[in-house]
């Protein structure tokens, strides 16, 4: 309870100089980070976090363990696609829509793009992750 009010006496004041964001606890990859989760370090990280806001809500993309600092490639939108999930592939060009099935070939947080196998003609094609968990093709 004193950590949770220490952390939010932190961040409304805003970020320090020379803070980085680390986890109290080791942080498996998949899980969404809370703010119960996060500490302040006392040193400074070039792709690091400094203000715990950044990093709440998002992914943890691997696993994250207390003492070093979370990088920003270290975390990303929540997931909504799944690597080798069958999903739907969209096409729109003005008023045609064509939606088809495709295998992702990675995960993609909405609005990230994603490379999909068209199961018809197993041609590889890159597109947005919606939060629908759709994949649009322009």
């Known amino acids: 309870m004193i950590r949770l009010v220490l952390l939010l006496l932190i ?3 805003g970020p320090a ?3 980085s964001i ?3 606890a080791p942080l498996r990859a998949g899980t969404i980070v809370d703010a119960d989760d996060l500490v302040f370090l006392d040193r400074d990280t070039a792709d690091g976090f400094d203000d715990a806001r950044d990093v709440i809500g998002l992914e943890a ?3 994250l363990f207390p003492g070093r600092p979370i990088l920003t490639r270290d975390v990303g939108a929540p ?3 799944r690597r080798n999930a069958i999903v739907p592939l969209v096409f729109r ?5 064509i939606t088809l099935e495709g295998r992702a070939l990675a995960r ?4 990230e793009p994603v490379r999909v196998m068209n199961l018809t003609s197993r041609n590889t094609v890159i597109g947005v992750a919606t939060a629908a968990g759709q994949v ?3």
């Open 11 to 13: 961040v409304l004041a």
């Open 17 to 19: 100089a020379a803070q």
């Open 22 to 24: 680390a986890v109290v």
């Open 61 to 63: 993309r691997v696993n």
């Open 79 to 81: 997931t909504v696609i």
């Open 93 to 97: 060009r003005g008023g045609l829509s």
């Open 108 to 111: 993609a947080g909405a609005g």
């Open 136 to 138: 649009v093709v322009q």
